[in-house]
């Protein structure tokens, strides 16, 4: 069974500070998505990695993948208090199905 | 451009009524699929689809139905609802190849009493 999970689960840190969220998952994959969601809101799509070794960058985040270990990491560079929401990873299974199993999320609070 | 559509937003039913949750998609995606989000367990599959008359389980199946006769439909029906099934719900479709990129919907928020 695979399980995907998200340390910390819970973030408080503060304006301009910098931190790094970790995505650990427990059997093969050959893609990791991140999403973020806004309190009462859906789902937004903010990186898609493909391989190993794949970055992407979006203004203050970063997110990377290391298929090797099962890891990928969000880098958040220079928090603001618009950052703050509940981050998703997420991972494929079954090919090309598109079937996605979901961590349990990082609540991210920034505060001024 | 809709995109993808979720009815209703918001229901509150009784324990053992049927209950159908609507989705309804515009981009001609191959793929579609229910999760429920609760606190402490992100987001968990239910069902998905992938083409018109393909379905298949997900991780939380039990007390749960689907269809889809028609590519942009995906409904889930509830047949017996149960408190443990108070959640919000969410569709989400992909298109065929492409990043596999799951689309949302506004999630539907279920009650049951």
């Known amino acids: 069974e695979l399980k995907v999970e998200q340390n910390p689960l819970f973030l408080s840190m503060q304006e301009g500070k910098n931190y790094t969220i970790y995505c650990n998952y427990s059997t093969t994959s050959d893609r990791l998505y991140w999403y973020r969601q806004d309190p009462g809101k859906s789902l937004e799509s903010l990186f898609v990695l493909l391989s190993n070794g794949a970055v992407k960058q979006e203004g203050r985040l970063m997110a990377s993948l290391d298929t090797k270990a099962r890891l990928s990491t969000l880098h958040i560079t220079a928090a603001v208090h618009d950052l703050s929401a509940t981050y998703f990873c997420?991972?494929?299974?079954?090919?090309?199905?598109?079937?996605?199993?979901f961590g349990t999320g990082t609540l991210l609070a920034v505060q001024p | 451009d809709a995109g993808i559509t979720q009815s209703p937003r918001y229901k509150i039913t009784e324990t053992g009524r049927q209950v159908t949750l609507m989705c309804h998609q515009t981009?001609?995606?191959?793929?579609m699929f229910w999760y429920r989000q609760d606190l402490g367990h992100g987001l968990r599959l239910i069902y998905y689809?992938?083409?018109?008359?393909?379905?298949d389980k997900g991780e939380v199946p039990d007390g749960y139905v689907v269809s889809r006769s028609k590519t942009e439909n995906f409904p889930l029906t509830l047949e017996s609802a149960t408190r443990s099934q108070t959640s919000v719900y969410f569709c989400?479709?992909?298109?065929?190849?492409?990043?596999?990129?799951?689309?949302f919907g506004e999630g539907s928020r279920l009650t049951v009493l």
């Open positions: 997420a991972v494929r299974i079954g090919g090309a199905t598109n079937k996605l199993i």
């Open positions: 989400a479709s992909s298109e065929l190849g492409g990043s596999g990129e799951l689309f």
């Open positions: 689809s992938a083409a018109a008359d393909i379905t």
């Open positions: 981009w001609s995606h191959s793929y």
